[in-house]
């Protein structure tokens, strides 16, 4: 894995579920109109997400640290004030939680085209 710059900086990670639930909250909500940062309202380090990758995969994937990118923000953090005022939005899911099923998602479907795989060749 590669880390660009020191891997100090900050990111707001938001699981897509939390994504799906925001929309479907917001279309639900009568007079909802305008545009909604989200976010989980939290910061995480890009070396803390490397180490929770690892941990969430149970294999030592090691990584390297490169030039930062040009351009490349320092710090990111979601406000998400207004879209909890206007439909309550709120997440809901962890990042730990959503690496590791994530994690179990790509295991499972590993094995689902390994099957599948496997009985085409039978086929032949």
Known sequence: ?????????????????????????????????????????????????????????????????????KGDVRHSLADTSAAHEAFGFMPRVLLAEGLREYMSWIRSDLISMEQTLHQAKGKQ
């Open 1 to 69: 894995m590669t880390i660009y710059g020191d891997g100090e900086q900050t990111r707001d990670f938001l699981n897509v579920r939390d994504v799906a639930m925001a929309n479907l909250e917001a279309a639900l909500t009568s007079g909802v109109r305008g545009v909604f940062n989200l976010g989980s309202s939290t910061r995480i380090t890009i070396n803390e997400l490397a180490r929770m990758i690892q941990e969430a995969c149970g294999v030592q994937v090691g990584w390297r640290y490169a030039p930062p990118r």
